[in-house]
């Protein structure tokens, strides 16, 4: 059974930093690309961003509210994705989803960035 | 960024009718490798999205079959043959055919 169980989330202020992580099982990760996806408290969906497989190029792409502030990576040695955000903003709180495929969801982990 | 439009944004049913949402996309989704990659999402209360259908027409595994989708272009539909009470929840159209992956803004589906 493909899982995604995703963890790190938590309060903080803003400006401040959070590393979240994603530990997959079930399908052959280092052959995945991987992705983050957002949803505010009460609000629709937003892809974060990407990381292709290693065979792939192993390239990431974001989406512009969160470019130059956001990192993804992964180690595929751990079956595990990250995602290190930095500068973090009010209006970066959300529950943050790890998804493969578009069909594989984790439960998500909720940031808040709040003073 | 490809926008995509749903609607009703609210769609209250009678159980066992039909119902449908539309979503429109703000430019052609059809990929240079001749697939169109357009996803239906339902989110039930208090869950994570759980993808119906995908490319267009094609139900996830363990999805009954009242779910249904169609369309090409950018004029896409997902239909309930017949509403039931666990369908209630938040649907979402999303399009991954141009990065990055965007979402229609939901409709949310209540029993009358």
């Not at chain 1, 399908?27 to 961003?49: D, H, Y």
């Not at chain 1, 993804?72 to 990250?82: A, E, F, P």
């Not at chain 2, 430019?27 to 209360?45: A, E, H, I, K």
């Amino acid at each position: 059974e493909v899982q995604l169980v995703e963890s790190g989330g938590g309060l903080v202020k803003p400006g401040g930093s959070l590393k979240l992580s994603c530990a997959a099982s079930g399908f052959t990760f280092s052959n995945a690309w991987m992705n983050w996806v957002r949803q505010a408290p009460g609000k629709g969906l937003e892809w974060v961003g990407r990381i292709k497989s290693k065979a792939d190029g192993g390239t990431t792409d974001y989406a512009a509210p969160v470019k130059g502030r956001f990192t993804i990576s992964r180690d595929d040695s751990k079956n595990t994705l990250y995602l290190q955000m930095n500068g973090l903003k009010t209006e970066d709180t959300a529950v943050y989803y790890c998804i493969v495929g578009a069909q594989t969801w984790g439960r998500g982990t909720l940031v808040t960035v709040s003073s | 960024d490809v926008v995509m439009t749903q609607s009703p944004l609210s769609l209250p049913v009678t159980l066992g009718q039909p119902a449908s949402i539309s979503c429109r996309s703000s430019q052609s989704l059809v990929y240079s490798d001749g697939n169109t990659y357009l996803n239906w999402f339902q989110q039930r209360p208090g869950q994570s999205p759980r993808r119906l259908i995908y490319k267009v027409s094609n139900r996830d595994s363990g999805v009954p079959d009242r779910f249904s989708g169609s369309g090409s272009g950018t004029d896409f539909t997902l239909k309930i043959s017949r509403v039931e009470a666990e369908d209630v929840g938040v649907y979402y159209c999303m399009q991954g055919t141009h990065w990055p992956g965007t979402f229609g803004q939901g409709t949310r589906l209540e029993i009358k």
